[in-house]
């Protein structure tokens, strides 16, 4: 996420709205300007009398909030629209905050963990060093720990030549393909700070001559033809842009090619398995971990 925003939206509607909603401010606003982000409430988080799902749209200095509300009143009514929340958001590196209490991570041969944790690294350990960043991708988070381990299965009998990270955050699964495999990453995502942050830690790991994240956008990015065609892929973002981006995927990956999700809850999975399967790949593994999803597939 950008450093440079400074409000969120909030509001409260049917799942269609919220859908129409999220595609109308992708539609609208680069990702620069203004993202949106939808998703189901707990039922203790739900207010009596209102529909179970939140949209929340993060908006830039430059983005007026009533064009944003223009907007979701075309699609949701003037009442929603009027009745959105917005809150400021407080400038601070978050991530800097979070890593300074974070234990190390253990994920099958990795050991992922923060410049004051150096002492946890065990000689065999492939370790990798996150710098505090405005990016995603600690190790902590069930869908970044169920794609280390899903690497970390399928290359006890695979190696992996050509090597996509769709959605790199901080750069995380690139560095540690590289590390296993020392092969060049081909590693794109569509924040530039992010991509900055994924350089840095590339940089810090001793791996940026294998690991150099580009910047992408939309969901047929030419940054990923590159190294095509591959035959291992990650790409742990979202169902919707991993739906969106399986007719992408499947142009840039040989026959046999490996191709590993996350960003999934349960109920995501149907949807985004038949996404893949038209385009010829196959479900192979599958890893829950703390209600996040990561599936396996191989294009046939
Ligand atoms: C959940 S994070 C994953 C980060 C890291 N790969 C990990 O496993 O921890 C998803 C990342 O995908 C990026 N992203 C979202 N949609 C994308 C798209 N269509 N193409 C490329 N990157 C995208 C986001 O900016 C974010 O950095």
Not at 286 to 300: A, C, F, M, P, S
Request: aromatic share 4%; with cysteine; glycine share 8%.
């Amino acid at each position: 996420m950008s450093t440079d925003t400074s409000t969120v939206l909030r509001l409260d509607c049917e799942e269609a709205i919220a859908e129409q909603i999220a595609d109308l401010v992708a539609e609208t606003f680069s990702s620069d300007e203004a993202a949106a982000s939808t998703f189901e409430l707990k039922p203790a988080e739900r207010k009596e009398g209102l529909p179970g799902w939140r949209v929340e749209i993060f908006l830039t200095a430059s983005v007026s909030e009533e064009a944003v509300r223009a907007l979701v009143a075309t699609i949701a009514g003037a009442e929603v629209a009027t009745a959105a929340t917005s809150t400021p958001i407080e400038q601070r590196d978050w991530v800097a905050a979070a890593l300074e209490g974070l234990a190390p991570v253990r994920a099958g041969r990795f050991l992922v963990h923060g410049a004051h944790r150096r002492d946890a690294v065990r000689v065999n350990d492939l370790a990798i060093e996150i710098e505090a960043a405005l990016a995603f991708g600690t190790g902590h988070h069930g869908s970044t720990r169920g794609c280390l381990l899903m690497f970390d299965r399928v290359t006890k009998a695979r190696h992996p030549k050509q090597i996509l990270d769709l959605g790199t955050g901080s750069g995380i699964l690139a560095m540690a393909a590289a590390r296993l495999l020392h092969r060049k990453v081909e590693a794109c995502d569509i924040d530039k700070d992010s991509v900055l942050a994924a350089r840095g830690n590339a940089r810090h790991n001793g791996v940026a001559r294998l690991v150099r994240p580009v910047v992408a956008s939309g969901t047929s990015h030419p940054a990923i033809h590159a190294g095509a065609p591959y035959d291992l892929v990650f790409a742990n973002i979202l169902a919707r842009p991993l739906r969106g981006l399986a007719p992408s995927v499947a142009r840039v990956t040989q026959r046999g090619a490996d191709i590993i999700l996350s960003g999934l809850l349960a109920r995501d999975v149907p949807g985004v398995l038949s996404a893949y399967r038209i385009q010829g790949m196959a479900l192979r593994d599958r890893l829950d971990l703390e209600g996040w999803v990561t599936l396996h597939l191989r294009k046939q």
